[in-house]
Nanobody
Framework: QVQLVESGGGLVQAGGSLRLSCAAS????????MGWYRQAPGKQRELVAS???????NYADSVKGRFTISRDNAEKMVYLQMNSLKPEDTAVYYC????????WGPGTQVTVSS
């Protein structure tokens, strides 16, 4: 059974930084493309960053140059380093496969105050 557990969210002022972590289990992690998604109130969930099994990355235009996705295959972890945060980055952040599985973890709330 696949389990994905996110952590690291919090309240931060605009311009600040946070590092999100995702612990994965129940999968052959090293063979998967993983992604970080977010869902803001009243909006659809969106993919903000993905990382392939060989480390190739892709980012949504809205976070390019500010967010960095990384992975540790040995520990089955995915990270999202978020710098220069903006109020519009406020959302619940989730990790999942990319493309995503139907089931989602609890997510972690990121709130950026202006």
């Amino acid at each position: 059974q696949v389990q994905l557990v996110e952590s690291g969210g919090g309240l931060v002022q605009a311009g600040g930084s946070l590092r999100l972590s995702c612990a994965a289990s129940g999968i052959i992690f090293s063979l998967t493309t993983m992604g970080w998604y977010r869902q803001a109130p009243g909006k659809q969930r969106e993919l903000v960053a993905s990382i392939g099994r060989t480390g190739n990355t892709n980012y949504a235009d809205s976070v390019k140059g500010r967010f960095t996705i990384s992975r540790d295959n040995a520990e089955k972890m995915v990270y999202l380093q978020m710098n220069s945060l903006k109020p519009e980055d406020t959302a619940v952040y989730y990790c999942n496969f990319a493309p995503s599985l139907p089931s989602w973890g609890p997510g972690t709330q990121v709130t950026v105050s202006s």
